[in-house]
């Protein structure tokens, strides 16, 4: 796995994760694999994986069955969707409206691009 | 598990002694990164901690007993793979047979699958002499792993290695991770094994200068372009701006680079250790 500069790789694996989750990749009520399984397929330390777990747990993402490992949450997707959506308001958003703006992008055409987009992504879906 | 007690050693008198009083406690369940310059004695702690040599005061224990005893009950739960070492002209498959009944928790389905994660299994009956350093190290490392003993302790285990074997020993360390084994990596190749440490000890003039967690170094330190009113412990020219390692504010949380931990900790050893010894 090729991690970024700017995010703890604890936080990186956790959002992994969420993608997995999100895409189907990984059901409700579903198992995730143990510590020591997701360590060895992404050559990470284990303890930094056990880091990602606690921070799922904590915000309600997976649960743990005493004995039987990690789940996913019923409702994870939901909380999934919630936080990037914080997220991406709180910061990336302003940013790349920033971009627009400086390239000179009407909201007219943003509009198109996004629907051109929304599209092409669902044919591809 | 392992503990180095007030160790002296010295090659000779003249050049005086590379450790005094030197004491490092080492604790299962960690990958550790051993850090430190040419000539700072990484070498020479792993001949101190593994029996090899014997320090002039101090001691070293593994569980409670001096490793220089070298009682057969220590040296058959320690293994250590040297920088640089031969093979004897044997088959991979006559070498396992001689050396694992040393090793009372050897396995070979892990020998087995350790050599698939190096793509060497098809080398199971050739003579081990025969191959290129790279190879022999692949194939020794693979039964390092497999004699599963409590401490593993490699020194510069990358070097040599081609590309793809680099990823390969990251799955190999992973794997063969588990809650009762220690394992320590000295090394310069810092990009190589980063993600795999969960430890990091650096060493230099016969002082560990810092021995910390990744949690720790994370919540205490932060890896990032300088910014207007730091006050840095290591800054760094980059062609985007100047990089800093700076005290990490709460809840900013980077990736540990190791390369600017290893530097700002030998430029500026007394800040890092009072970062790291005061109580938050």
Redesign the interface.
Known sequence: MN???????Y?QIADRIGDQILSGKLMPEGKVPSV?EL??EI??????VA?TYDHLQQNGIIFTKRGLGYFVSADAKDKIIASRRDLLMQGEMDYFLGQLKAVGITPAELQDLYNDYLNRANASS | MLQINNISFGYNKKRGNLFSDFSLNLEAG??YGLLGKNGAGKSTLIYLMTGLLTPQSGEALMDGVNVRERLPKTMSDLFLVPEEFDLPRLSIKQYVSINAPFYPNFSMEDMQRYLEIFEMSDYIDVNMHSMSMGQKKKVFMAFAFATNTSVLIMDEPTNGLDIPSK?QF??LV??G??DDRMMLISTHQVRDIS????HVVIIDNSKVLLNA???DV?SKLAF?PLRAGDEPLFVVQSPFGPLAAVRAESGE???V?LEMLFNATLQNPAAINNLFTAKN
């Open positions: 991690f970024k500069d700017n995010k703890a790789i936080l020591r360590a060895a050559e990470v330390n284990a303890n930094t880091r | 960690n990958v990823s990251r799955k992973t794997t991770m588990s993600d795999i440490l969960d967690s990744f949690a994370t990032r949380e980077t990736v680079d």
